[in-house]
Every structure is written in structure tokens, then in C-alpha cells.
């Protein structure tokens, strides 16, 4: 059985607009060609969640944080945090948003729920051995729970994921 018969039994867990669901997925596809891992909502050490955390085959980690609008991005400047915990941070909207809003010390994708494209890269600010095994645990953990919780859905997943 091929993991995309899973797929459409993948819990939404209510706290996205439409708009930045779209911009997730169209992200996370974008990624998955570039050869990158997804996880999505990844809890991080210092208690906030990413939105998007993409692992490379060569360890990279990325954060995407998502702004679906100018107000989104004004509301939350928590963002700084993130670079503490990935290798590059990029910002991912809509094409509506205005380019000029983002940081320039930030990477900006720009996506729609089909696909997306890098508009700026992300500086590279690589993560110390300790923190990036921390990271790699961490994004393994959720990944495999998330893949049990869906084998299993009446399993004890639920307050895990």
C-alpha cells in the first residue's frame, strides 16, 4: 500500500484560514521536489510551533512560517524565534501580499495550493551539532507519531500528534 492512500484521512487541525492551508500545501509540494521532507505544526524547544519545518537529505532545516495577509504578518512577530531552530527561515504568502512587508534576513516563497516558487532566498545561519540533533529527534518523533496515528487511527495518538 503506497503512503498517498493515507492522505485524505490527514486530520486538519482547524487553526489555519483557507488562505494559509493553500499556502501550506502548496509549499510543502514545492519542497517535496526541491527533495525536502514536510512536517507541518512542529513543536519546537522553546514551546512555540512552525508552521512548516523541511528537512534536506543533507540535514538542512528549514522553517516556513506562513503569512496569508499583511494583518496575519503585523499580528505575529514572534518569527525571530524560529531562526534560532533551522539552518533557513523563509517567510511563504500569496501573491497578493506585498514582497516589501517581509525581512530581509528572511527567504520569501510565494505560493498558491498547487505549487510555489522561492522569490528570495533564505540566508544560510547553520544550527550548532547539539541543536540540530535536538531538531532532527524532534521532527522524527512527530513524523513517525503522525504516521502511526494514521495506521491506527483509534489508537492513543491523539493528544501526541
Known amino acids: 500500500m503506497s503512503l498517498a492512500a493515507f492522505a485524505p484521512r490527514v486530520p486538519i487541525d482547524g487553526r489555519q484560514s483557507p488562505t494559509a492551508l493553500a499556502v501550506a500545501r502548496g509549499s510543502a509540494r514545492f519542497l517535496h521536489a526541491l527533495g525536502y521532507c514536510v512536517v507541518s505544526e512542529l513543536p519546537l524547544p ?5 508552521d512548516l519545518v523541511a528537512l534536506g537529505g ?7 512560517e506562513i503569512k ?12 525571530n524565534d ?7 527561515l523563509y517567510f511563504a504568502t500569496v501573491a497578493a501580499v506585498p514582497r516589501e512587508i517581509f525581512p530581509l534576513q528572511t527567504g520569501l516563497i510565494v505560493a498558491d495550493a498547487f505549487g510555489a516558487a522561492i522569490v528570495c532566498e533564505a540566508p544560510e545561519h547553520r544550527l550548532a551539532a547539539a541543536r540540530r540533533k ?3 529527534l524532534r521532527f522524527a518523533h512527530a513524523a513517525a507519531l503522525r504516521l502511526q496515528a494514521l495506521a491506527d487511527p483509534q489508537g492513543p495518538y491523539g493528544g501526541e500528534i
Open 58 to 64: 543533507d540535514g538542512e532545516i528549514l522553517i516556513i
Open 68 to 79: 496569508s495577509s499583511v494583518a496575519d504578518f503585523r499580528a505575529d512577530q514572534k518569527w
Open 46 to 50: 522553546s514551546g512555540r510551533r512552525a
Open 134 to 136: 535536538s531538531l532532527l
Open 82 to 88: 524560529y531562526r534560532l531552530h533551522c539552518d533557513r
